[in-house]
Structure formats: structure tokens, C-alpha cells
């Protein structure tokens, strides 16, 4: 496993190369996670003895593409606030970086959006239209995009659409069509100990996890995540994740809390489908 640092504990980053052109920037807080994070893994152990309750760490996740144009995905959290910085400027080497593009606004996705723009005054702010208070969130004269909105970068071709599953105010996916990258932001989100901080999912595999595993971790966490699924019918949801597969040639799985899935990707989508409808029928008695 090859990863770059920056920072410790709550500003730990790490970068990792997915494809020769699509770089993962992650937090982990590794070792500080349980002081952090105050054990959290613990309570959804208490409801899923197949949780692990040593994973105390939550990835928060932002990528960069590097075409003829360059393209950021999210921006971390308040406290990434200098190492997301430096490990842009380490990947980006004396480029500029053309488009950064918000998913939604909440902070570990958009808390470095304004210094991210002093950084680099020539980005161009993407995030999706049909809102209210932009200035509020610091998107301030963003470039509104509608589902279905499409933006070349070369080789990439981005297309913005329409999330199953919207956590937050200005909540949209993204899709890349060449490498098969899709985002889907906090859809899937798992946790991790200590030990498999930045690794891909088919790494974490080698520290005894599994597609079943995911889909245990999921169906407790995505009921925190998406608290209106108790209201949820599970054939509906199924039926959407189903046409949804089979709109999206997904060969990269890389949303903003899970480890990136570069292998076995179908098994792992099984995995999620099947997990997401145990999240609608389950009893929804966790509160935090």
C-alpha cells in the first residue's frame, strides 16, 4: 500500500492513486479515532454484534481528476484545512485546478470551499442549481448545473446526476464515463479501525473484511445517515437500485465515507442492494 501523509490525528490526510489520472485524498485519524470519534462504533455493535466495535474511524473523502482540465471532487472538513491544501498543491505541481465541484454543504464536504478559492482564484465553483442562499454556503457565484449536465475534461467526460438517496440541501452524484467512476457521496458509508485507514476495499479484505461485512456495516449505518428510509418502501428502494445499475457501467465505487471499491465491484453493489433493503425494514431504535 502506497500513501502519501500530510498531518495527524483530526487533520491526518492521505493520498492514494486510484487510476493514473484519478487520485483519492482521505482523512483518517487513525490511532486518535476512538479519543475522537468518542467509540460511536460501539453503539451500532450493540445492534449488529457483526459490527466490528474496535472501528471508530469514518473516511471523509475528496478526488481529483488530472485530464487537460483538472477537477476536484469535495473538500474534507474544517480541520483538513491546511493538509487538504498541501496535498493539492503536491498533486496539482504548479497547475491550476479548473473546477471544484461541491456534492453538498455540509462540512466534510464543503468546509474549504472559500479557501480553496483564495488558493486558487481562477476555480471555477460547481454545484447543482434550483436553491436558495448560495452566498450562505460560500458558493457565492457557483456555476448552477441541472442532472444530466455533462463537463469535459478530456479524456473524462463528468456527468452530473440525480442521487437515490439525498442526505442533505443541494445534494447531487457524479459520474465519470470513461473510468466507470461513480460518486455517490454519503450513499454506503462504513467505518474502519485503525489498521485499514486508506485502503481500498479489496485491501480491506486482507484484514479479514468482506462484501458481506459491508453489507452488515451499511444496513446499521445508512439508517443514521438517511434517517427518512423508516418511511421507505424496500421494493421501491430495490427497484431504484436496480435501474440505477443498470443505467451506470459502475467500475469504480468511491464515495465520500467508504473505502474505495476498485475490485470485485459487482459483488460489492449486491452487497449494498440487499444491505439498503434490510435499512428500510430493520428497527430503526438507534439514536445518537
Known amino acids: 500500500m502506497t500513501v502519501k501523509l500530510y498531518g495527524d490525528g483530526a487533520d491526518r490526510v492521505g493520498v ?20 475522537l470519534n468518542r467509540g460511536f462504533a460501539s453503539d451500532f455493535a450493540r445492534v449488529n454484534p457483526k ?10 473523502s475528496s478526488y481529483l481528476f488530472l485530464d487537460e482540465k483538472t477537477f476536484l471532487i469535495d473538500t474534507l472538513g474544517p480541520a483538513q484545512h491546511k493538509t487538504v491544501l498541501a496535498a493539492l498543491r503536491d498533486l496539482l505541481d504548479g497547475r491550476s485546478l479548473d ?7 455540509e462540512l466534510p464536504h464543503a468546509a474549504n470551499t472559500a479557501a480553496i478559492r483564495r488558493a486558487y482564484p ?38 452530473i446526476i440525480e ?20 460518486c455517490p457521496v454519503d450513499w ?16 480491506m479484505e486482507e484484514t479479514g473484511y468482506s462484501a458481506e461485512r459491508f453489507g452488515h456495516d451499511v444496513s446499521i449505518t445508512n439508517c443514521v445517515v438517511f434517517a427518512w428510509l423508516r418511511w421507505a418502501d424496500p421494493d421501491q428502494i430495490v427497484e ?30 449486491a452487497a449494498l442492494r440487499e444491505a439498503m433493503r ?11
Open 16 to 35: 492514494r492513486q486510484i487510476t493514473p489520472n484519478i487520485y483519492w485524498i482521505c482523512h483518517c485519524a487513525g490511532k486518535e479515532a476512538a479519543r
Open 240 to 269: 431504484s437500485i436496480d435501474n440505477f445499475y443498470a443505467k451506470y457501467d459502475i467500475r469504480i465505487f468511491a464515495p465520500s465515507h467508504t473505502n474505495v471499491i476498485r475490485e470485485n465491484v459487482p459483488r460489492y453493489l
Open 188 to 203: 454506503a458509508l462504513n467505518a474502519h479501525n485503525q489498521h485499514q485507514c486508506f485502503r481500498f476495499m479489496d485491501e
Open 163 to 182: 442521487p437515490l438517496f439525498v442526505d442533505h440541501a443541494l445534494t447531487q452524484w457524479i459520474y465519470e464515463h470513461n473510468s466507470g467512476f461513480l
Open 278 to 288: 434490510v435499512a428500510v425494514t430493520r428497527e430503526h431504535d438507534l439514536v445518537f
Open 122 to 159: 481562477q476555480v471555477e465553483v460547481l454545484t447543482v442549481g434550483g436553491h436558495d442562499h448560495y452566498e450562505v454556503h460560500g458558493l457565492g457565484g457557483a456555476r448552477q448545473l441541472d442532472f444530466g449536465d455533462r463537463v469535459e475534461l478530456g479524456q473524462h467526460s463528468i456527468e
Open 99 to 105: 473546477y471544484l465541484w461541491i456534492s453538498h454543504t
Open 51 to 60: 459490527f466490528d466495535p474496535n472501528a471508530n474511524d469514518i473516511i471523509y
